[in-house]
Structures are given as structure tokens and as C-alpha cells.
């Protein structure tokens, strides 16, 4: 099985920067994906960044130039640093592991979320 922690949401004002972490374990945990999305009140969840194993990434459009994910294999970990933050940047994220299991499928894991509030 495979656990996911997110840790280092909170409260920022904009303009402010937050760096969000999430720890993977588990006697399985080999990903391939990891990546960060967010949900915002009343919204879809929407991809934030993601990072592959051979470190390719893709970012939104809308976090481009403020955001950094970046991946530490030996701690199984991904960051996500946010910087500029603005009011529309409020929501709870969520990291996403994907991998493939003994049999060759994708299987998805979530974190628990973790909550960021940009103030004014």
C-alpha cells in the first residue's frame, strides 16, 4: 500500500510564498507521476504541476513563472515552492502519486490535502 502526507499549507499574504511537501511510503512505492492539484471552493479539482521520472514537468498556464515542483527520490518526496502568491491561488492541494502495480496498471494515490489561504 502506498501513504501519502502532504505538510506546509497555511495562511500567506499575496505576494508571500509557501513551500508545500509530500511524503510517500509504503512497501510498494515506486512512482512514475508526482504531481500537485488543487480544488478551489465551488471548482473542479485542476492539475497544478507534475513531474515525471525522468523530470519532465508541466505546469498550468495560470501558476507558470511563480511555481516550482521539483522531486527528491531519495526521501520519495515532491515540493511544490509557490511564490507570488495571489488571492485565486486559495484552494486545498492535493499531491497525486500515479504508478504502475505488479501487473503493468496504472494505479493513482491522493494525499489527504492540505490547505493554502492567500489574504489580502
Known amino acids: 500500500q502506498v501513504q501519502l502526507v502532504e ?4 495562511l500567506v499574504q499575496a505576494g508571500g510564498s509557501l513551500r508545500l511537501s509530500c511524503a510517500g511510503s ?15 471552493p465551488g471548482k473542479q479539482r485542476e492539475l497544478v504541476a507534475v513531474i515525471g521520472s ?3 514537468i508541466n505546469y498550468a498556464d495560470s501558476v507558470k513563472g511563480r511555481f516550482t515542483i521539483s522531486r527528491d ?12 502568491l495571489k ?10 502519486v500515479s504508478q504502475l502495480n ?7 494515490y491522493w494525499g489527504q490535502g492540505t490547505q493554502v489561504t492567500v489574504s489580502s
Request: charged letters at 20%; a negative charge; hydrophobic letters at 25%.
Open 54 to 56: 525522468g523530470e519532465i
Open 26 to 40: 509504503g512497501s510498494t512505492f515506486s512512482p512514475n507521476d508526482m504531481g500537485w492539484y488543487r480544488q478551489a
Open 7 to 10: 505538510s506546509g499549507g497555511g
Open 87 to 96: 488571492l485565486e491561488d486559495t484552494a486545498v492541494y492535493y499531491c497525486k
Open 73 to 84: 527520490n531519495a526521501k520519495n518526496t515532491v515540493y511544490l515552492q509557490m511564490n507570488s
Open 102 to 108: 505488479e501487473r503493468g496498471i496504472r494505479q493513482d
